[in-house]
């Protein structure tokens, strides 16, 4: 972010104040997901109703996000995922 002032003389008065936003982010640094990651991502990506997988997920692991996931959490989601499709296509189990 910068923000500027200028008033009067402007080459005598001029205010310019730089802030990095690194300095407040408190994100976590982009990471690249891995093949588990991806593949549970691509699972998700074909339903009808994705959304009931993201409320699952912030349930059970207070995150939407299944980059956050631990490889047990990951596990779950990708189970999860798995019952659905086979309800949405009758296979019961």
Same mark, same amino acid.
């Given at each position: %972010?910068?923000?500027? !002032? #200028?008033?009067?003389? #402007? #080459?005598?008065?001029? $205010?310019? /104040?730089?802030?990095?936003? +690194?300095?407040? +982010?408190?994100?976590?640094?982009? $990471? *690249?997901?891995?093949?588990?990651?991806?593949?549970?991502?691509?699972? *998700? !990506?074909?339903?009808?109703?994705?959304? +009931?997988?993201?409320?699952? %997920?912030?349930?059970?692991?207070?995150?939407? %996000?299944?980059?956050?996931?631990?490889? !047990?959490?990951? *596990?779950? /989601?990708?189970?999860? #995922?798995?019952? *659905?499709? !086979?309800?949405?296509?009758?296979?019961?189990?």
């Amino acid at each position: %972010m910068q923000v500027g !002032r #200028v008033g009067g003389d #402007v #080459v005598s008065n001029v $205010t310019i /104040v730089n802030i990095s936003h +690194s300095q407040f +982010s408190n994100t976590k640094p982009a $990471t *690249i997901a891995t093949a588990e990651q991806r593949e549970v991502l691509s699972l *998700i !990506r074909g339903l009808r109703n994705k959304e +009931s997988v993201f409320l699952f %997920m912030e349930k059970h692991f207070g995150t939407r %996000m299944v980059i956050d996931l631990q490889p !047990r959490q990951l *596990i779950r /989601v990708k189970r999860y #995922v798995e019952a *659905i499709n !086979r309800r949405m296509k009758g296979e019961v189990t």
